[in-house]
């Protein structure tokens, strides 16, 4: 079954310096990949996905990410960070074959001081 | 719109009691599923369904059952509560067949198994 992997529990950057969350993914077949952001004591919301084409692609609030085959790797990145970007960020992988099993990674907790 | 409603908030069980998640959407989304969110886990896929009368299992269906009467509502259903069973669970519903688009997630609801 497809796994995620998300190396980093913590990540901790000023405001203003560039953000990297990291992600490595396992499947069998073309992923589809996503990345998920969880303020406090709420539901997920969707940031972006990769489905096909570009391997750059565009979220919301500034966000993208870069997808690698060779590397199996799909970074969250912002090129400035916010105190408001301080959440739990969850990359997520399905199958192309089976889009409806979805696996999250563990989250990684993004902390940007001022 | 609502979005995706969860009932109840929060719930204390004792073991062996049995309860049931609802979870309710008014965006006419096919595909709707359950999660539950444990400390370092991440998300793990409980259940989902493609459409009213179908469901399916997901990557920990044990002790849980489901249902899809209607395209509305999907029911999570714990059979004799167990403090593994202590989490968050989350309920989420998207556009199409499956996960490859955007996954609307409900507010969570909190269990606690004494």
């Known amino acids: 079954a497809q796994s995620v992997a998300q190396p980093e529990d913590q990540v901790n950057v000023a405001e203003g310096n560039p953000l990297t969350v990291k992600c490595t993914y396992s499947?069998?077949?073309?992923?589809?990949l996503f990345w998920y952001v969880q303020y406090p004591n709420r539901g997920l919301q969707f940031l972006l996905k990769?489905?096909?084409?570009?391997?750059l692609v565009k979220g919301s609030y500034g966000f993208e990410a870069e997808f690698n085959k060779s590397q199996t790797s799909f970074h969250l990145k912002k090129p400035s960070a916010l105190v408001s970007d301080s959440a739990l960020y969850f990359c997520a992988v399905t199958a192309s074959y089976n889009n409806n099993d979805m696996r999250f990674g563990a989250g990684t907790r993004l902390t940007v001081k001022p | 719109n609502a979005g995706v409603t969860q009932t109840p908030k929060f719930q204390v069980l004792k073991t062996g009691q049995s309860m049931t998640l609802q979870c309710a959407q008014d965006m006419n989304h096919e595909y709707m599923s359950w999660y539950r969110q444990d400390p370092g886990m991440g998300l793990r896929l409980i259940h989902y369904?493609?459409?009213?009368?179908?469901?399916d299992q997901g990557e920990v269906p044990n002790g849980y059952n489901v249902s899809r009467s209607t395209t509305e509502d999907f029911p999570l259903r714990l059979l004799s509560a167990a403090p593994s069973q202590t989490s968050v669970y989350f309920c989420?519903?998207?556009?199409?067949?499956?996960?490859?688009?955007?996954?609307?997630f409900g507010p969570g609801t909190r269990l606690t198994v004494l």
């Open positions: 990769y489905i096909t084409g570009d391997n």
């Open positions: 989420a519903s998207s556009y199409g067949g499956g996960t490859y688009n955007e996954q609307f």
């Open positions: 499947v069998s077949g073309n992923p589809y």
């Open positions: 369904s493609v459409g009213a009368g179908i469901t």
